[in-house]
């Protein structure tokens, strides 16, 4: 009676490690897998027009998690759906300087620094965590194809609607559809990744 | 009754892997690794690659292992809901005379049914936190019926390893206070986790201190009543351990498991603000507090059994 006891007790310790290995393990790999970001490659060294005037290219981009799109103001299409999402982020990491948002023109002879300014303005925008970029429509393209290797033609009409993850070291880390509210909830999650990184 | 009485505990442990498994879904961020329901992505068995992926889902919310966390969760609900049903076939077959063992046996298997369903509901919900809470407090009552009725086939066939006690009304009352409120206990501490999961993605950047700071009053309660349900279980225990040389071993048992459960639980809530709410920490608590359900039910079903037959 006293062997089958601690048996028992054996059995009982087996299935407490067991369970506990096991869902250590699961947890792990839960963690690993939405924390995995590989780096899909390197920004070149770009120089654009910010609509405060100043310059703003991959240096400006260094020491920040940066969240990337391409727009123009005219537009009728996902440009109003996706600046309003980005908006909304903007708001939401209001309270650090670690994430910048960064909005590239699609549409340079129209979009001049003024109209940009008064995009900007519309969506809220009260400090210089969030930059409008004005550079020629061949640098835009050049930018777009080479650097973020996103499709640019046609432009402005058929512009991307990617967003794109870069990290402090200007590195690429992922796109997002800035259209679909659930690639947005992932893109959140990986933000909080990357700016607990840098810490 | 023997081998039914096997059967029946059998599918009691399966459905206990089965909350650990749901917690461990819950805790890994896996609720919606398949974000359909009951296929995953539009598959029977998850993909493996991007390219298996229907072209109306953006890869980027694809994940492979919190998909297959959720399809492993789901594939072990059909078969511990296959289990239950056999249960109940069983019961009504051979002890139809028998409502005390057909009963729970055909309502753990109706609730169940429902339970598959609402667990769709989680899904389209996008895990809505009162959804959640309810699909677990279901788990909680079916595994409550399960225990009822591994108990009462026991009985049937080896009455004397029941107790010659018979208890106070006070204390058989106090037992079935601590099977519900251990329950709503259970329901406030999965409101206080939905709860931190909305504000981690309102407050992304916080650590998780932060978070339960602001999560306030619900916390609070949480904090206060789980002090109170272990020191009303450490006092039933007392009342009851006087009269233990004529307890049988099985009670006992139940009155050590349960104590330690609490005095466990306990630990476990401190452990979360020293530790940063470590994942498998909070597997464990939501696992324990069901366990000591079951010890609070089994106990109450063993006294109040006493009684009945005094």
């Known amino acids: 009676m006293k062997g089958n006891a601690a048996f028992r007790t054996l059995v009982l310790l087996a299935v407490i490690v067991i369970l506990a290995g096991g869902a250590y393990f699961v947890i792990k790999q839960a963690q690993t897998s939405v924390s995995d970001l590989p780096v899909l490659g390197q920004l070149p060294d770009f120089e654009f027009t910010a609509q405060s005037g100043g310059m703003f290219g991959r240096r400006e981009m260094r020491g920040k998690v940066n ?30 300087d670690s994430v910048q948002f960064v909005s590239i023109t699609v549409d340079p002879s129209y979009d001049s620094l003024k109209v940009l300014q008064a995009y900007a303005e519309s969506h809220g925008v009260k400090d210089s965590r969030w930059v409008f970029l004005w550079a020629p429509i061949d640098s835009v393209v050049q930018l777009s194809e080479q650097g973020f290797m996103l499709a640019a033609d046609d432009l402005p009409g058929s512009h991307t609607t990617k967003w794109v993850l870069v990290d402090k070291d200007a590195n690429i880390r992922g796109y997002y559809s800035g259209t679909d509210e659930a690639s947005i909830e992932v893109l959140k999650t990986h933000v909080a990744r990357l700016v607990k990184e840098m810490k | 009754m023997k081998s039914f009485r096997r059967f029946a505990l059998f599918t009691t442990l399966a459905t206990y892997f089965l909350i650990f498994m749901g917690g461990l879904v819950r805790v890994s961020g896996a609720g919606l690794g398949c974000p359909d329901w009951p296929k995953c992505f539009g598959r029977w068995i998850p993909p493996t690659n991007v390219e298996q992926l229907p072209p109306n889902i953006d890869p980027a919310q694809f994940n492979f292992v919190l998909a297959w966390i959720e399809y492993v969760n789901r594939l072990t609900g ?16 051979s002890f139809r005379r028998q409502p005390r063992i057909v009963l729970p046996a055909v309502a753990a298997a109706v609730l169940t049914a429902f339970q598959g369903w609402q667990g769709s509901v989680v899904i389209s919900s996008q895990l809505e936190p009162v ?6 407090a279901l788990a909680l009552i079916i595994v409550s019926l399960l225990i009822y009725l591994t108990q009462e086939a026991y009985y049937r066939e080896n009455r004397e390893a029941f107790l010659t006690l018979r208890a106070p009304r006070g204390v058989i009352f106090s037992l079935g206070m601590l099977w519900v409120i251990a329950i709503i206990q259970i329901a406030l501490g999965t409101q206080i986790r939905s709860a931190l999961e909305i504000l981690a993605r309102k407050f992304p950047l916080s650590t998780s201190a932060e978070w339960i700071g602001k999560v306030g009053l619900l916390n609070h309660i949480h904090t206060v009543l789980g002090v109170l349900l272990v020191a009303f279980s ?13 307890m049988s071993a099985l009670m006992r048992q139940s009155v050590v498991a349960m104590v330690t459960l609490a005095t466990l639980q306990l630990f476990m809530g401190l ?26 039910l089994l106990l109450y079903t063993i006294f109040r059994k006493r009684e009945a037959a005094s």
């Open chain 1, 67 to 96: 969240i990337v799109d391409f727009i123009f103001t005219r537009c009728k299409g996902p440009c109003p759906i996706m600046s309003g999402f980005m908006s909304e982020l903007y708001q939401l990491y209001g309270g650090t």
């Open chain 2, 131 to 136: 959804v959640v809470t309810v699909h677990m």
């Open chain 2, 271 to 296: 452990t979360f603000i020293a530790l940063d709410l470590t994942p498998i920490v909070q597997v464990f608590h939501l696992w324990l507090a069901s366990l000591y359900v079951g010890s609070a």
């Open chain 2, 234 to 246: 450490w006092g039933v225990a007392f009342s009851i351990w006087k009269y233990r040389d004529r």
């Open chain 2, 78 to 93: 059909v078969i511990v809901g296959l289990l239950i049903a056999a249960t109940a076939v069983w019961a009504i077959s």
